[in-house]
């Protein structure tokens, strides 16, 4: 049988960081062995998000060593770059003949960054027509995404339905694929985990730094004596441990009854969540290493990327400009 085929992307925001992981990547990663995966690093996308372009590279560079270091294999998935297949923009333009504007202006996404202050230009307003062409073009049958992204999808299968009755049948309707997403709040334990929030530790963060974070988070805030009696339900690091502890074997009950018998100072408890972190990191940090250490792999992984996914992109467009008496 054949497998079902994958599409997910993101937007190269420079140095991803936990939250990312437990969210979305941790997936990809085993969906690997599963589908026939296709991860898209969305540079034209990041443009909706700035006009200063120079650090663009970096941070796409810095995203693909995130994913390898985490595990995605260019071995068994599509790794490729948004803007080297120029077939996206392509069946863009198609697509946005048939999507009325009021389809977009309804978007979730669009109105908040409007309310944010973001200038409405056509790119705003026109980013999830190329969202779906990045999934259409390689007809994918599912696409993992977070909640936010759950309208874009929406819309993605009403366009893939409307070019579908227009000019035959060509696209499968993507289906959503949420996340099995372990959410964790930020190191403020207010927010969730965002670089826009600061309150992140990235999957690159030095030991040093991790417990210097680590140390700053805030605790339960009526234990304030060693001896008072905690509260873990309600705790950011006890949270924390529960995440991340007990791949390491760590022993859950035990930190619950010392926090809340006032055996366990909360410095401790967060030196022990420290080494629990630095210890996650460091499968990352080794691979990131040798990946930092030979720079051409990543070129090379890309190339590959793009010669896989641009046989399959203009495949898809020659059928779409066939049907449309367009060759
Ligand atoms: N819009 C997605 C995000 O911000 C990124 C993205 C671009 C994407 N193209 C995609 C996600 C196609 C899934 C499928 O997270």
């Excluded at 995203?63 to 080297?84: C, H, R, Y």
């Excluded at 996206?88 to 960054?113: D, F, G, V």
């Excluded at 949270?239 to 791949?247: A, D, E, K, V």
């Amino acid at each position: 049988m054949e497998k079902e085929r994958i599409l997910s992307g993101m937007r190269p925001s420079g140095k991803l960081h936990l939250g990312n992981y437990l969210g979305a990547l941790s997936d990809w990663v085993k969906q690997q062995d599963i589908y026939e995966c296709f991860f898209m690093i969305a540079d034209w996308h990041a443009l909706t998000d700035r006009t200063d372009t120079r650090q663009i590279k970096q941070d796409t560079e810095d995203m693909l060593i995130d994913w390898l270091a985490v595990g995605l294999n260019p071995q068994k998935s599509t790794l490729f770059l948004q803007s080297e297949i120029p077939e996206h923009a392509e069946l863009h333009l198609i697509l946005s003949m048939i999507t009325p504007i009021p389809w977009l202006e309804r978007c979730p996404t669009y109105k908040e960054k409007l309310e944010m202050g973001q200038e409405n230009n056509y790119g705003l307003l026109g980013y999830p027509i190329l969202q779906t062409a990045d999934i259409l073009i390689y007809k994918a049958n599912r696409v993992p995404v977070g909640e936010d992204q759950l309208p874009h999808l929406e819309l993605s299968r009403e366009i893939a339905r409307r070019f579908n009755n227009l000019y035959g049948n060509i696209f499968p309707e993507p289906e959503p694929f949420r996340y099995n997403a372990v959410k964790i709040l930020g190191l403020d334990g207010k927010k969730k985990m965002s670089k826009s929030y600061s309150n992140e530790i990235a999957l690159s963060e030095e030991p040093r730094l991790v417990e210097k974070k680590v140390l700053g988070m805030f605790t339960d805030p009526e234990k304030i004596y060693l001896k008072d009696s905690g509260h873990p339900q309600e705790c950011n690091v006890y949270s924390y441990h529960q995440t991340f502890g007990p791949l390491l074997g760590e022993d859950l009950d035990g930190i619950f009854k010392d926090c809340q018998e006032g055996r366990l100072p909360c410095k401790e408890c967060k030196k022990n969540l420290a080494q629990v972190l630095v210890k996650t990191l460091a499968p990352f940090r080794e691979r990131r290493k040798e990946l930092e250490a030979d720079r051409s792999k990543l070129k090379k992984i890309l190339a590959k990327g793009k010669r896989a996914a641009g046989e399959v992109a203009r495949a898809t467009l020659r059928e779409v400009r066939e049907a449309m008496h367009m060759s």
